[in-house]
């Protein structure tokens, strides 16, 4: 079918859940530094392909840093969604190699993280050409959802922040396409 799928599960297997030590006030040294650790397996995962968990990396790695107890509580949500069995299927797309299209979306969330800080998200997917005018196949490519560093103060500046980012990584996807597909392929003018 000249189609695949992959798994992650084994990598979930050996995280476990954190106690809290229902201590008062902000996280101590040592639950940091052992969250740390389990959020970095976590992200490792995120990025490579579990794409579902990108968020709550994300919103735990920013409740860590401002000492919130209730990152453990988030944290141990994660590392149920990451023991969840998921496929993730990479579909046959139709068409030759030069007809695939790049996608990039984005979307973003204003003020609504710890701190008041916004978040934003992105997807980048290699699709059918169809699926301009209508239904096509699509794979993802890329996913991430991140706090936006810079400040912004409206709902139109984080969507625009994100947009912006996605084009980005849009971008580069399709020169790194471009490159492998056309022998004649020049970085100076490749969007020609």
């Given at each position: 079918?000249?189609?695949?799928?992959?798994?992650?599960?084994?990598?979930?297997?050996?995280?476990?859940?954190?106690?809290?030590?229902?201590?008062?006030?902000?996280?101590?040294?040592?639950?940091?530094?052992?969250?740390?650790?389990?959020?970095?397996?976590?992200?490792?995962?995120?990025?490579?392909?579990?794409?579902?968990?990108?968020?709550?990396?994300?919103?735990?790695?920013?409740?860590?840093?401002?000492?919130?107890?209730?990152?453990?509580?988030?944290?141990?949500?994660?590392?149920?969604?990451?023991?969840?069995?998921?496929?993730?299927?990479?579909?046959?797309?139709?068409?030759?190699?030069?007809?695939?299209?790049?996608?990039?979306?984005?979307?973003?969330?204003?003020?609504?993280?710890?701190?008041?800080?916004?978040?934003?998200?992105?997807?980048?997917?290699?699709?059918?050409?169809?699926?301009?005018?209508?239904?096509?196949?699509?794979?993802?490519?890329?996913?991430?959802s991140m706090k936006i560093q810079r400040v912004v103060r409206c709902s139109?500046?984080?969507?625009?922040?994100?947009?912006?980012?996605?084009?980005?990584?849009?971008?580069?996807?399709?020169?790194?396409?471009?490159?492998?597909?056309?022998?004649?392929?020049n970085m100076a003018s490749w969007k020609m």
């Amino acid at each position: 079918t000249f189609e695949f799928e992959y798994c992650m599960d084994n990598y979930a297997v050996n995280l476990e859940k954190m106690k809290d030590a229902g201590v008062e006030g902000d996280l101590t040294p040592k639950e940091k530094t052992q969250m740390a650790s389990i959020i970095g397996q976590l992200n490792w995962m995120a990025r490579q392909g579990r794409f579902d968990l990108c968020y709550g990396v994300s919103h735990v790695q920013q409740l860590m840093a401002r000492g919130d107890r209730t990152a453990i509580e988030w944290l141990n949500k994660i590392i149920y969604r990451a023991k969840q069995k998921t496929v993730q299927k990479i579909s046959r797309l139709e068409g030759d190699w030069d007809d695939l299209v790049v996608i990039s979306a984005s979307d973003a969330a204003f003020g609504a993280q710890p701190g008041g800080y916004s978040q934003g998200g992105l997807v980048i997917a290699l699709a059918e050409k169809k699926i301009l005018e209508g239904i096509g196949k699509l794979n993802v490519v890329e996913a991430c959802s991140m706090k936006i560093q810079r400040v912004v103060r409206c709902s139109m500046s984080a969507e625009i922040s994100m947009a912006a980012t996605a084009f980005e990584h849009g971008d580069f996807v399709r020169a790194a396409w471009s490159e492998l597909i056309f022998k004649d392929f020049n970085m100076a003018s490749w969007k020609m």
